[in-house]
Every structure is written in structure tokens, then in C-alpha cells.
């Protein structure tokens, strides 16, 4: 065979770095979603009692809440724990939450380690690193439930609103907050009854849509059931998380 043939033949046989990104891409999304490649490489997972439906997460999250509220939170003990979450993890839920520092999920939820899969950032936002965390989840972990979390008074919304209101950018990197949480205030703006607490909502509401139609990851697992998305409201006088109404 002479050298060029066997060249031809050798770039013929070698698969294009786009075609193995595919099929790396092809590859994790059945993994994740119950195919074959799932199906010969299942083990145990570290918390079996996590393995939930959708409804059944939110359920759980919910009672959690209300042990946290009534004052009779579980005492969780590492140390039983710790031997399983060291190989690997399952959460049963994913929260976005704000990064302010009276806002605790693992608190909130009454839940122990391995249980909740968090983000936190001021605002409670969905920017690219936090979606593709939340695919993380989602795809590798099999999370079957996302909650965006806000609260009342958030600082971030406030800022936002005023920054708007006054046309004065903020210092540092805060604009870029700004930039994220502006298109709620602005839907918010045109709502009746208290500005700060519409646009908390609509920030709330903002993100739950743009995590549920996220592609290619989260819209898939959300149509086909075995995900859902839901926000939240954390009220900072009794530590109570109200469902927002699920469109």
C-alpha cells in the first residue's frame, strides 16, 4: 500500500473531535435518562432512600420545611453518613437560592448531607454557571426536582430597583447582578402593590421558566417527566417556604 493510501485510509477510520464530542454529549444523555448506558453501569446509589419521583421530592422538601418552622429539625449525624457520600452522591433536590447569609437551605429543608444539590448567588439567578450546574445535577446525579428559591427583602432586588430608578451604575462588579435581575423589575414595575415584593416574585418566576426550558438537558428531562421545576418565596420572619403557583 503506498504512503498516501494508507494516510486517506487512517483519516477514513479516525473519528472528526466533533463527532466524539456527540458522541460523548449522546453518551451522557443516556446515561442520564435511563438508556443503555445507565442500564450496564447501574450501582447502588449512596442514599437509596433519595431515589424520588418529581412529586415525591417536593413532598419531601416541603415536611422539612415544616419541622424547620415548628422547631423540631432532626438531628443529622455525619458521621453514619459519611462512609457512603464518600464514593459518591444522590441528591433528591437542587435549590437556587440567594447567597444572602440568612438563607440556609440545608436549614431550611431540615435535610442532611447529600440531600440538596445548592447554588447560591445574589438574586437567586439562572446565569450559565448555575444552569450547567443544574444540568449537573439533573443529568449525572439524576436530581428530579430544581427549586428557585427567593426571599423577602432581598438586597439584590433592592439594589437592582434603585440602580434602575436613579439611572446610577453600581461599583465593582454589582452591574452585572443589575443586568441579570433588571428584566424582572421591569415586568414588575407594571404590576400593582409593592414594587420590591413583585419584583422578588417575578425574579422567582423569571428563572423557574428560564431552568425549564433550558436545553438540550433540562426541557428534555422536564417533557419527559422525570423532572420538575419549581419556585419559592423564604420568609424571613417565620423561616416559612410558600410555593408559587405552578404554571
Request: glycine share 8%; hydrophobic share 40%; with cysteine.
Given at each position: 500500500?503506498?504512503?498516501?493510501?494508507?494516510?486517506?485510509?487512517?483519516?477514513?477510520?479516525?473519528?472528526?473531535?466533533?463527532?466524539?464530542?456527540?458522541?460523548?454529549?449522546?453518551?451522557?444523555?443516556?446515561?442520564?435518562?435511563?438508556?443503555?448506558?445507565?442500564?450496564?453501569n447501574?450501582?447502588?446509589?449512596?442514599?437509596p432512600?433519595?431515589?424520588l419521583?418529581?412529586?415525591?421530592?417536593?413532598?419531601?422538601?416541603?415536611?422539612?420545611?415544616?419541622?424547620?418552622?415548628?422547631?423540631?429539625?432532626?438531628?443529622?449525624?455525619?458521621?453514619?453518613?459519611r462512609?457512603?457520600?464518600?464514593?459518591?452522591?444522590?441528591?433528591?433536590?437542587?435549590?437556587?437560592?440567594?447567597?444572602?447569609?440568612?438563607?440556609?437551605?440545608?436549614?431550611a429543608?431540615?435535610?442532611?448531607?447529600?440531600?440538596?444539590?445548592?447554588?447560591?448567588?445574589?438574586?437567586?439567578?439562572?446565569?450559565?454557571?448555575t444552569?450547567?450546574?443544574?444540568?449537573?445535577?439533573?443529568?449525572?446525579?439524576?436530581?428530579p426536582?430544581?427549586?428557585?428559591?427567593?426571599?423577602?427583602?432581598?438586597?439584590?432586588?433592592?439594589?437592582?430597583?434603585?440602580?434602575?430608578?436613579?439611572?446610577?451604575?453600581?461599583?465593582?462588579?454589582?452591574?452585572?447582578?443589575?443586568?441579570?435581575?433588571?428584566?424582572?423589575?421591569?415586568?414588575?414595575?407594571?404590576?400593582?402593590?409593592?414594587?420590591?415584593?413583585?419584583?422578588?416574585?417575578?425574579?422567582?418566576i423569571?428563572?423557574?421558566?428560564?431552568?425549564?426550558?433550558?436545553?438540550?438537558?433540562l426541557?428534555?428531562?422536564?417533557?419527559?417527566?422525570?423532572?420538575?421545576?419549581?419556585?419559592?418565596?423564604?420568609?424571613?420572619?417565620?423561616?416559612?417556604?410558600?410555593?408559587?403557583?405552578?404554571?
Amino acid at each position: 500500500m503506498c504512503d498516501k493510501c494508507s494516510e486517506n485510509l487512517h483519516q477514513s477510520l479516525a473519528p472528526s473531535r466533533r463527532s466524539m464530542m456527540l458522541f460523548a454529549a449522546s453518551a451522557l444523555g443516556m446515561a442520564a435518562f435511563g438508556g443503555p448506558a445507565s442500564a450496564k453501569n447501574a450501582k447502588a446509589p449512596p442514599k437509596p432512600q433519595n431515589v424520588l419521583s418529581p412529586d415525591a421530592a417536593l413532598k419531601r422538601l416541603m415536611e422539612g420545611n415544616s419541622r424547620y418552622v415548628s422547631g423540631v429539625s432532626r438531628r443529622h449525624d455525619f458521621t453514619h453518613e459519611r462512609e457512603a457520600l464518600v464514593g459518591g452522591q444522590n441528591p433528591y433536590a437542587a435549590v437556587l437560592s440567594c447567597a444572602d447569609s440568612r438563607i440556609a437551605p440545608e436549614y431550611a429543608f431540615d435535610s442532611g448531607r447529600g440531600d440538596l444539590f445548592v447554588c447560591r448567588v445574589a438574586g437567586n439567578f439562572a446565569g450559565d454557571e448555575t444552569v450547567a450546574s443544574m444540568e449537573y445535577t439533573v443529568a449525572v446525579l439524576g436530581t428530579p426536582l430544581i427549586l428557585v428559591l427567593g426571599h423577602d427583602n432581598c438586597g439584590a432586588v433592592d439594589a437592582t430597583i434603585k440602580s434602575l430608578k436613579d439611572d446610577k451604575p453600581l461599583p465593582g462588579h454589582i452591574p452585572a447582578l443589575v443586568s441579570a435581575i433588571a428584566p424582572a423589575v421591569k415586568t414588575a414595575a407594571q404590576q400593582s402593590g409593592n414594587a420590591l415584593d413583585n419584583a422578588i416574585r417575578q425574579n422567582v418566576i423569571d428563572n423557574v421558566a428560564k431552568l425549564k426550558s433550558a436545553a438540550p438537558i433540562l426541557n428534555a428531562a422536564v417533557e419527559q417527566g422525570k423532572l420538575k421545576v419549581v419556585g419559592g418565596i423564604y420568609r424571613l420572619s417565620t423561616g416559612t417556604v410558600e410555593l408559587l403557583a405552578q404554571g
